[in-house]
C-alpha cells in the first residue's frame, strides 16, 4: 500500500521547450503531494506544497512561473518545467501524504524523474 | 529555521560490521523524526519514524531512539549487510503552524557495505 508513481522516469528535452511530470498515488487519496529537487549528491530541496483544488505553495527562491504545479485531483499532481534551460537539468521527485491511514506526517515518495535539458 | 545534520559520508563497512549514523536536529516546534532510504535510482523509502520523545523506531534491523535532551536521531544496525547499501537521509517534519507536514532533510549519507 501507499504507492506513489512518477512520469515519466527519464526525460530528455531541447532547451527552450516544456516538460510535464505526473505524480500518481496508486491506493490512497492524497489531499498533499510534495515537489522536490535533487541535485547530485545532495539532498532533496522542497519546491513546492500543492494541495488539490487549490493553487500551489512554492518555496522561497522556486519560481512559480517556470515551476507550474497542478493538483486536480486526489490522486494526481504534475508539475511543468517550462522553457526549459540546461540548469534546470535534475532530478524531480514527488510524495504524497495520505490522511486517511496516516494521520500524522508521513510522506510517501516516487521513483522519481530524471530531467536532462540539453 | 528548522535544519537537520548527518554525519558526513561516505560511510564504507564490511558485512556484519556495526552501523551508527549520527543526526541532530534542530526545529522551532516538537517535531516527528523520520529516516529515510534511496537505493540506487530509486526514489525515497520511508525506513522509521518516531514522534515523540524516547520512541524508538525500528525496521529491516535498523533502530533509532527520539532523543529530546540532545536533540538527536542516530541510525544504527547491528549487522549490515551488502543490500543496506543506500543513501540514508534523516529528516523532521515540525508540526506547528504554516510548516506543518514539510520535511527537511539532512544532507544524506552515502553506505557502502563490502563483502
Known amino acids: 500500500g501507499a504507492v506513489v508513481s512518477q512520469h515519466p522516469s527519464r526525460v530528455i528535452c531541447k532547451s527552450g521547450t516544456s516538460v510535464k511530470i505526473e505524480c500518481r498515488s496508486l491506493d490512497f487519496q492524497a489531499t498533499t503531494m510534495f515537489w522536490y529537487r535533487q541535485f547530485p549528491k545532495q539532498s532533496l530541496m522542497l519546491m513546492a506544497t500543492s494541495n488539490e483544488g487549490s493553487k500551489a505553495t512554492y518555496e522561497q527562491g522556486v519560481e512559480k512561473d517556470k515551476f507550474l504545479i497542478n493538483h486536480a485531483s486526489l490522486t494526481l499532481s504534475t508539475l511543468t518545467v517550462t522553457s526549459a534551460h540546461p540548469e534546470d537539468s535534475s532530478f524531480y521527485i514527488c510524495?504524497?501524504?495520505?490522511?486517511?491511514?496516516?494521520?500524522?506526517?508521513?510522506?510517501?515518495f516516487g521513483p522519481g524523474t530524471r530531467l536532462t535539458v540539453l | 529555521g528548522d535544519s537537520v545534520t548527518q554525519m558526513e559520508g561516505p560511510v564504507t563497512l564490511s558485512e556484519e560490521a556495526f552501523l551508527t549514523i549520527n543526526c541532530t536536529y534542530t526545529?522551532?516546534?516538537?517535531?516527528?523524526l523520520f529516516w529515510y532510504v534511496q537505493y540506487p535510482g530509486e526514489g525515497l523509502q520511508l525506513l522509521l519514524k518516531?514522534?515523540?520523545?524516547?520512541d524508538k523506531g525500528s525496521n529491516k534491523g535498523f533502530e533509532a531512539t527520539y532523543r529530546k535532551e540532545t536533540t538527536s536521531f542516530h541510525l544504527e544496525k547491528g549487522s549490515v549487510q551488502v543490500s543496506d547499501s543506500a543513501v540514508y537521509f534523516c529528516?523532521?517534519?515540525?508540526?506547528?503552524?504554516?510548516?506543518?507536514?514539510?520535511?527537511?532533510f539532512g544532507q544524506g549519507t552515502i553506505l557502502t557495505v563490502h563483502p
Open positions: 526545529a522551532t516546534g516538537y517535531p516527528s
Open positions: 529528516a523532521l517534519s515540525d508540526r506547528g503552524g504554516t510548516s506543518y507536514g514539510k520535511l527537511t
Open positions: 510524495s504524497a501524504r495520505d490522511w486517511l491511514r496516516h494521520p500524522t506526517d508521513t510522506q510517501y
Open positions: 518516531a514522534t515523540k520523545a524516547d
